[in-house]
């Protein structure tokens, strides 16, 4: 959210001209984004609209994840927005992942991810100096290879 303030800033030169915007921000209702706050912050009108959901289809696909959880089968999750955290509690019924992930390492692709991971009883044990896949990715394996 932050990079998208400051494209915005450039786009319509400067922090000052969001006084006068108006930002419609169509989302899940679940997100956890921070854009439409920081938006108001920098003096915009920002209207929140929930106009998706995203929901899991495939019960079995919920219960195999469930049972490799409960099992040790995952090693790893990786979380790229806040939402995603949001969602995955939303899926296991639950608002403290802590007990299912016990074992498992956590990995935010930013602070505000890493924020809505402690937000669910989950505490990141990774998270990259830069908010990409690429430096995710990059900080997994320095994880990994520290962990040996």
């Not at 998208?4 to 169509?26: C, D, H, K, Q, W």
């Not at 990141?124 to 040996?148: K, M, N």
Request: proline fraction near 6%; glycine fraction near 6%.
């Amino acid at each position: 959210a932050i990079r998208v303030i400051e494209a915005l800033e450039a786009y319509v030169g400067g922090r000052e001209a969001f006084s006068t915007a108006n930002f419609l921000i169509p989302r899940s209702p679940t997100s956890l984004d921070p854009l439409p706050q920081l938006l108001e912050d920098g003096g915009a009108r920002v209207d929140v609209v929930a106009t998706y959901r995203i929901a899991s289809t495939n019960e079995s696909l919920l219960a195999q994840s469930r049972a490799l959880l409960v099992g040790g089968g995952i090693d790893y999750v990786a979380f790229s927005s806040p939402s995603d955290v949001a969602m995955l509690a939303q899926l296991c019924d639950t608002t403290d992942l802590s007990p299912s992930f016990q074992d498992v390492v956590v990995a935010c692709i930013n602070q505000p991810t890493k924020q809505a991971a402690d937000e669910f009883g989950l505490f990141a044990d990774v998270v990259p100096p830069e908010s990409s896949i690429t430096a995710l990715v990059e900080a997994i394996r320095s994880f990994q290879y520290r962990e040996r």
